[in-house]
């Protein structure tokens, strides 16, 4: 992974970066958690001030020190809003930019996809199928099932959700 990535430390002399307790965070793309080797930016918030990010956009140096971009600071705040597990970590000076009116009903569930095509679009002669498995951005998991009706509902899962 370090081969094909950049390293950047993000620095923001304001301090307005939150942390969370998932260590290193993928952005999500339209609430679906993309692949590590598609992922743009993998980003680990060290501190209100630093975050480290591995990108996909080769610098030509082993490392680069800047100064982050309104736009980037914007990215590490949705993307701790979308992976943290259950904290997100924040100074006494940013509980103002803390969302007030709303709680945190969605957070990283379980998505899973069952086809009879597979993603290079080949089709899969029953009774096999194709199963993708990823994380996604919801209120509950996210399942749907092919029609070949191989599967079994479990309505249970619901409870863990």
């Not at 100064?67 to 940013?94: M, Y």
């Not at 096999?128 to 996210?142: K, L, M, N, W, Y």
Request: charged share 25%; aromatic share 8%.
């Amino acid at each position: 992974m370090m081969t094909t990535r950049s390293i950047e430390a993000w620095d923001d002399p304001e301090g307005t970066f939150w942390t969370c307790d998932a260590p290193l965070l993928v952005p999500f793309r339209k609430n679906k958690g993309p692949s590590l080797l598609a992922a743009p930016h993998i980003l680990w918030p060290v501190t209100p001030h630093r975050v480290v990010a591995l990108t996909n956009e080769p610098s030509g140096q082993k490392a680069i020190t800047r100064l982050a971009t309104p736009k980037e600071r914007g990215l590490v705040r949705h993307a701790i809003e979308q992976g943290r597990e259950r904290w997100i970590f924040a100074s006494p000076e940013q509980k103002d930019r803390l969302p007030k009116t709303k709680k945190f009903g969605r957070r990283t569930q379980m998505r899973m996809r069952c086809s009879q095509w597979t993603p290079h679009g080949l089709y899969v002669e029953p009774p096999g199928c194709c199963v993708e498995q990823a994380d996604g951005f919801s209120a509950g998991p996210d399942v749907a099932f092919c029609d070949q009706e191989l599967h079994v509902d479990a309505p249970a899962m619901w409870e863990y959700a």
